[in-house]
């Protein structure tokens, strides 16, 4: 069964140094997503990705974070200058959308996001 | 604001009784709604589905059943197996507003051998 996968699946990350999380999403899907979980808390949206283009994004999701498909498979963010309360485990998500509307957005296993 | 919750934070279930977890929103416009599963180290996994013209979906030993009248949502599973055990969150969409899902707190499965 095609799936998600994020790559790493730990980062240790030094506060105010630029990070990269990559994910692939499954390959025929054309919606992607960023979530996050601080440990303890609730999956909350950050940032979703339609056809090249950011189409919506949480409070969250700041001047300090950007997303990229730099090719036809892969999907990143990047948070520009890390702060403590960053880390958390950050899960990219992919649907497809030619099926209709309200379909289910499969996950990665994420990756854990430390931040010294 | 909008939120979506869950009742109990915890479920102990015995192996091969019957499990519900409960959901509450309040979005009264969510329109979608996802039951995932998480185990340890794992991302949220899919489980079933259901759209908001509907009031009852079943799949493999699992049942969603919503109630728009009172906005809550639940997920019975039929004869809980230790593979059951996981944290289990609910997560609602308004299709009008975009793509987001707004999780619930999750709740606890733990099945008992």
């Known amino acids: 069964e095609p799936e998600v996968t994020q790559t790493p699946s730990h980062q240790v990350t030094q506060m105010g140094q630029e990070v990269i999380l990559r994910c692939v999403p499954i390959?025929?899907?054309?919606?992607f997503y960023w979530y996050r979980q601080i440990l303890g808390q609730k999956v909350e949206f950050l940032v979703s990705?339609?056809?090249?283009?950011?189409?919506?994004k949480s409070e969250i999701f700041d001047d300090q974070f950007s997303v990229e498909r730099p090719d036809g498979s892969n999907f990143t963010l990047k948070i520009r200058s890390t702060k403590l309360e960053d880390s958390a485990m950050y899960f990219c998500a992919s649907s497809d959308p030619g099926q209709g509307r309200n379909q289910p957005q499969h996950f990665g296993d994420g990756t854990r996001l430390s931040i010294l | 604001g909008e939120s979506v919750g869950l009742h109990l934070p915890t479920l102990s279930v015995q192996e091969g009784d019957n499990s519900i977890i409960n959901c509450a929103y309040s979005n009264s416009a969510s329109d979608y709604f996802i039951w995932y599963k998480q185990e340890s180290g794992k991302g949220p996994q899919f489980i079933i589905d259901?759209?908001?013209?509907?009031d009852k979906r079943q799949g493999q030993r699992v049942t969603v059943l919503l109630n728009k009248t009172v906005k809550h949502l639940s997920l019975q599973i039929a004869a809980t197996q230790p593979g059951d055990s996981a944290v289990y969150f609910c997560?609602?969409?308004?299709?009008?507003?975009?793509?987001?899902?707004?999780f619930g707190g999750g709740t606890r499965v733990l099945v008992k051998p």
């Open positions: 390959s025929n899907h054309l919606y």
């Open positions: 990705f339609y056809n090249n283009e950011i189409s919506e």
């Open positions: 997560a609602e969409n308004e299709w009008a507003a975009g793509n987001k899902l707004t």
């Open positions: 259901i759209r908001s013209n509907m």
